[in-house]
């Protein structure tokens, strides 16, 4: 069995060509198609795409997710940040944060800030004309049985430090991935990836014991709503039930969580449909800044 991944979100076609000898197999050439659309459709396919497509459609929990237009984005919003600035918000991730924060206090739970990961915003919404499938391919993690969508939305309470310990976890490995990192709303903040990281448990203790050291993130550049950070006050947090998953997994445990029981995607599509015009950009939530 030969397994090989042509990069992510569909964006190449990977051709591979093996010689086979005896037991021994030798790798003779590894190529990429980017996927454009002047490649050709397969009509051996189509029948099959279609009939699974016109079932998408038919499901009164999608409806007409491929053509009817739900908003219209001025230019690309790219959930990737560019590398060649400080800045390490993203248009989409800044757009998705949004929506969450506003989604769960419309429904009555309270959120000081809310919080996603990268990782779990997939795929940028292409300038123009924004369909529902947009949406799904940019948040299409999870799956509920009973609905068929992705990730619900969790509120939980946690202390300032915790948050700044959670912070400083999202960026002990921005050099290598983005995939950790988050998006906020209500939140800012600076990090400086040229320092070494700080693990949560020592991050905890030197601050608790009056040791003025930490690692990445400044807590003195933590913002809450315009204010700073306290690191001995509680702050209500708005984020997917699997990133709070992830914070359980690492020690951060809250002192209060509510599961919402809304959809991540139901939340970021009610809000796209509201703003109609998408023009978010960078904006310098979070900015990674030598401290010296």
């Known amino acids: ?30 190529r990429l198609h980017p996927i454009a659309s002047n490649i050709r459709r397969d009509p051996s396919l189509l029948p099959t795409l279609n009939r699974l497509r016109d079932g998408i459609v038919m499901d009164p929990r999608f409806g007409p997710v491929y053509t009817e ?6 230019w690309d919003l790219e959930e990737k940040w ?30 000081d800030f809310a919080l996603e990961a990268n990782g ?11 369909v529902g499938n947009d949406i799904l391919k940019a948040v299409p993690y999870g799956y509920d049985p009973a609905t068929g969508l992705g990730f619900k939305l969790d509120v939980v309470l946690m ?14 490995l921005a050099e290598y991935t983005d995939d950790l990192s988050m998006q906020v709303s209500g939140l800012s ?3 400086d990836s040229t320092k070494p990281p ?20 400044n807590p003195f ?19 997917s039930e699997q990133l709070h998953s992830f914070l359980l997994a690492k020690g951060l445990e809250p002192f209060a969580a509510i599961p919402t029981g809304l959809f991540e995607y139901e939340v970021v599509r009610d809000s796209i449909v509201q703003l109609g015009i998408l023009s978010y950009g960078i904006e310098g939530r979070i900015v990674d800044k030598p401290e010296n």
Not at 159 to 172: N, R
Not at 201 to 217: A, M
Not at 224 to 233: K, Q, R, S, T, Y
């Open 1 to 30: 069995m030969i397994l090989a991944q042509a990069g992510e979100y569909g964006r190449y076609l990977g051709e591979i060509t093996v010689e086979v000898d005896g037991p021994r197999v030798n790798l003779v050439d590894q």
């Open 69 to 74: 237009r739900v908003a219209l984005a001025p």
């Open 82 to 111: 560019d590398l060649a600035r400080p800045e390490r918000d993203t248009p989409l991730g800044n757009l998705v944060a949004d929506a969450i924060r506003a989604g769960v206090t419309t429904a009555g739970f309270p959120a």
């Open 120 to 130: 779990y915003i997939a795929y940028r919404v292409h300038e123009g004309k924004v």
């Open 159 to 172: 202390a300032g430090l915790q948050v700044l310990a959670g912070l400083e976890y999202s960026v002990s």
């Open 189 to 191: 903040f600076e990090y």
């Open 198 to 217: 700080m693990g949560p448990e020592q991050l905890i203790y030197n601050l608790t014991h009056g040791i003025p050291e930490w690692g990445r993130v």
């Open 221 to 239: 550049s933590i913002k809450v709503n315009g204010n700073p950070l306290d690191l001995a006050g509680t702050y209500w947090v708005a984020l």
